[in-house]
């Protein structure tokens, strides 16, 4: 593995100490907190301590079945968000020390190795051809990636606007205005819209909801618009001038805005994770500001960090633990730890410890790759 093997798509890259933002690494490392561990534990104890608030908690930890928000809808496209945010800094260098072509090259290299890392972590050719996800999580990073980055490279502030806009609005339009054999313009239920029919027709091999992907073709466009308003994000925080008071308010700003034009335009426009509509992309944009805006404030504004570097540990190798909780079980691991009459012991509390010794196991892997330097590049 060497110094050299690590690092991440999403990271700030070797970015000099005086630049690198650690509460970038911090909000991504939170990101990726609940999806390796915390969102089982927290549910876990909600289960087995009934009560109105930890139903409410629960629920915030589930994905909406179709149309409407939760805190776990949020996840996935806050980490689109912050792979744009880093992408200024670690593409702003690269193309001021060797020029745009190396930072394209870079760029083509990334998305096509990271794309390849989606291929294998939903079993690659393990159960033949047929079966193999063309699109998932992993894939559509890497699409956003992309088309973000050769938009960064290509235009200025005006063009990433007008692209964001075009590709939100354009979204609308086509979801809004195009007829869908047997079912009309204009549906935006499960099945039954333009996006979910592209899957089916146009979409090879194998899809995780039957005929239609969460993370299929159409929906891919409003996606990179995560990645753009990402950008956006990035650009603020890199420009030398404004104080952190002042970046702060204006991250604070950009996310009060998208929540108000993405919840109005929820009211026609209905707020779907599935089909990754233009609703869904302000909303969940504006809570990504949002939360940018307070752990930028905190840790890189008045340095308040000591509480977020286990946090940070896993911001910096994020696809590594994501790979590690594919490729080994966790959870085997940390019930040969705590499992048996340990767990036993504790009744109902006994799945909530052995969740514990899980995260506790993925915070160990990250701080010693942290401790030793490596960071998976890809």
Known sequence: MGKDLMSTESNVEKTEKNTRLTSLDALRGFDMFWIVGAEEAVRAFGQSHQSAASSL????????????LTFYDCIFPLFVFLAGVSMVFSLTRVIEERGKAHALRKVLIRSALLYGLGIFYYGGFSEGIDNIR??????RIALCYLFAALIFCFTGLRGRIITLVVLLGGYWAMMTFIHVPGIGAGQFE????????????????FKWNGDHDPEGLLSTLPAIGSCLLGVLAGMI????????IQKTGSLAGLGLLCLALGYAWSLQFPIIKNIWTSSFVLVTGGYSFLALAVFYFLIDGIGFHHWC???????????TIYMAHALIDFHDL?????????????GSNGEVLVLLVLIAMSFGLVWFLHRKKLYLRI
């Not at 908690?57 to 409407?68: R, S, V």
């Not at 940390?334 to 504790?346: M, V």
């Open 134 to 139: 063309l699109l998932g999580v992993l894939q």
């Open 57 to 68: 908690i629960i629920n915030q930890l589930t994905h909406k079945p179709w149309a409407g």
């Open 190 to 205: 499960e099945g039954k819209n333009l996006a979910n029919y592209v899957d089916k027709m146009y979409l090879p091999l």
């Open 334 to 346: 940390a019930n040969r730890i705590a499992g048996g009459p340990i767990k036993d012991s504790l």
């Open 237 to 244: 925080l890199h420009r030398k001038e404004g104080s952190a």
């Open 309 to 319: 570097w286990p946090f940070v540990w896993i911001g910096m190798n994020p696809i």
